[in-house]
């Protein structure tokens, strides 16, 4: 999508958005950029790939609309453009968008201790969207100082073949799971330079959190924390965030743990279940022949098999407050959206409606739900149309791009 200033829409802001990068970012920001081209904004794309040609780019763009009295507001997922990128933050400290006087929104994907070291360096003029309410409490209590965007939840994407959706009746594949897998002690090495006491006492929350999925990090860490240090005084939030800036990889682990019991738990009940991702391969389950790994794929090949299957399986990345995007491109593409639960996906969704829910800590439960799903089409067909409605008319990028359009002029 080429930039362009539109000077018939002098009261919109032109946009700034991210290509080249992380590959379901960029898919997201061009879904965004379809829905914000139609309401009559000007966009350029910055590739993070091709950085000089970006950045002189960038400098026209700006110069066109501000010559024009226009005003820029960029866009970003996951600090693209916000990370110390060699044209845009300068050796002598300065920053371009403070330069420019320029608006940086920011919708961060992950839990925000990922992002720490960005957090320390950010452009005046920088508000924070999180996909999780929990998020948006950690943001509130350890970095109150940083410009708060709310909470927006990730959205869905139907896919646009010009063609009807195939029947469920008539999908060649029972169970997708679109996704990666990563064997969980490889997130070791994230702790591995630590003393051996530290390294225990990680394991010892890690421990916690397996028994008590339900739970935020930060539910089963903080009292852990307390207890552990209560002989050296009381624990400052200082203290506190420095702690979970060590505990990546205990969100990962378990986000890959439950990842993979779900999976074996489908193919050890004797359900062929298709897997679109890497390292499924290396699953360890009784039952690996009941596994059809297809390997590394896009965002879109991921919709495709979406598209194809009668239900599709997700694991929440460890939102216990906010959904993911896999559950709203499983109704939007009419198969069966299979889920944990989270307390945002329990006020939107309904449980055998529009969605079906499970518990982490019963994967026989999750199996019997899908063996007796694939036993009654009809049911299956009822809820998958229950699904499409919920989701078509609330959670698509198209209505994310309304919801973040308020920052765009300082709601």
Known sequence: MEHKYRSENPEKPCLVLF????ETQEFFAYELAKAWDKMGYTIYFYNLLRE?????????????????KGTVVMFSFNFNGLAGERYLYREDGSIFWDEEDILCINMVLDHPFYYHRYLAKLPNRYRQISIDRNHERYMRRFFHNIGNGGFIPLAGTHLETGESMIPLAKRPMQVVMTGNYTRPETFEKYIAHLDK???????????????????TLEEVAEPMLRKALEDEGELSDDDLKSCYA????????SRFEFRGRAVAAIA????????????????????PENIICHGGCSSQQCLDAIAQSKISLNVMPWFKDGAHDRIFNTMLNGAVSVSDDSL??????RDG????????KNMDLLADTVRQLLDDEERM?????AGYETAVNAHTWACRAKDIERLFYGA
């Open 246 to 253: 060590n505990m990546i990889f205990i969100d990962l682990w």
């Open 52 to 68: 000089e040609e970006s950045y002189r780019g960038l400098e026209h763009f700006v110069k066109d609309v501000k010559t024009a």
């Open 381 to 385: 067909e009822t809820v998958a149309g």
């Open 353 to 360: 409606t529009d969605i079906f829910f499970y518990p982490l």
């Open 268 to 287: 050890d009940a004797g359900v062929k279940i298709h897997t679109f991702g890497e390292g499924w391969d290396v699953l360890p389950c009784v039952h």
């Open 19 to 22: 290509s080249g990068g992380v």
């Open 344 to 349: 945002y996906l329990r006020e939107i969704l």
């Open 197 to 215: 006491e530290y390294i225990d006492f990680y394991h010892e929350i890690l421990a916690e959190q397996l028994e008590h999925p339900e739970k």
